[in-house]
C-alpha cells in the first residue's frame, strides 16, 4: 500500500479482524515520511442498488449514508465510531434483505437507528428526510415522537 501523502510504501503496524462486517483493518506507516494511516479491506460482494425516486438507479454509497447522519448528529454525544459501527449494520441489512433498495427505505432504515441512539439527531435527519412542508407537520412528527416515549 503506498502512502497517501508522499506515495512511498508502507508497512503494517496492527491488523484486526471484524467478523460481523467480513473486513480487515490495517494500521499502517510509510517507511518514508512516517505518516500513519489505516486501510480497510473488505470482500468484494455483490453490489447494491439503490433505487431512486426519479426512477433511475444507481450504486449503494455507504458515505452518503455517514454523511447524512453525521451532519444529524452535529454537536451531539453521538461519536463517529458509533457512526460508523451503525452505518456498518445498515449495510449489513440492507445487503441481506435487497440487491435493489428504495431510497425511502434507506431513509426510514436510518431513521429507526437514529431514534435509538438520539432524538434530537433523529428530528433533525427527518426534517431533511421527511421535507415537513409547514410547521405543523414538523409539530406533528414531534407529538409522534413524545407519544412513543410514554
Given at each position: 500500500?503506498f ?107 436510518i431513521?429507526?437507528?437514529l ?5 434530537v ?10 421535507d ?5 407537520s ?13
Amino acid at each position: 500500500m503506498f502512502c497517501p501523502v508522499c506515495g512511498g510504501d508502507s508497512k503494517v503496524l496492527d491488523t484486526r479482524t471484524n467478523e460481523s462486517t467480513n473486513s480487515v483493518k490495517r494500521r499502517r506507516e510509510c517507511m518514508q515520511c512516517g505518516k500513519r494511516f489505516t486501510t480497510y479491506e473488505k470482500i468484494e460482494d455483490m453490489p447494491l442498488l439503490v433505487l431512486k425516486k426519479s426512477g433511475r438507479t444507481e450504486l449503494f454509497d455507504r458515505s452518503k449514508i455517514l454523511k447524512g447522519m453525521a451532519k444529524a448528529c452535529e454537536k451531539r454525544p453521538v461519536t463517529i465510531q458509533e457512526l460508523e459501527e451503525m452505518v456498518d449494520d445498515i449495510e449489513k441489512q440492507l445487503k441481506n434483505q435487497y440487491t435493489e433498495v428504495s431510497t425511502s427505505e434507506i431513509g426510514e432504515t436510518i431513521m429507526k437507528n437514529l431514534l435509538e441512539i438520539d432524538q434530537v439527531a433523529y428530528i433533525r435527519f427527518a426534517s431533511v428526510y421527511k421535507d415537513f412542508s409547514d410547521i405543523e407537520s414538523f409539530f406533528q412528527e414531534l407529538e409522534t415522537l413524545k407519544g412513543a416515549e410514554k
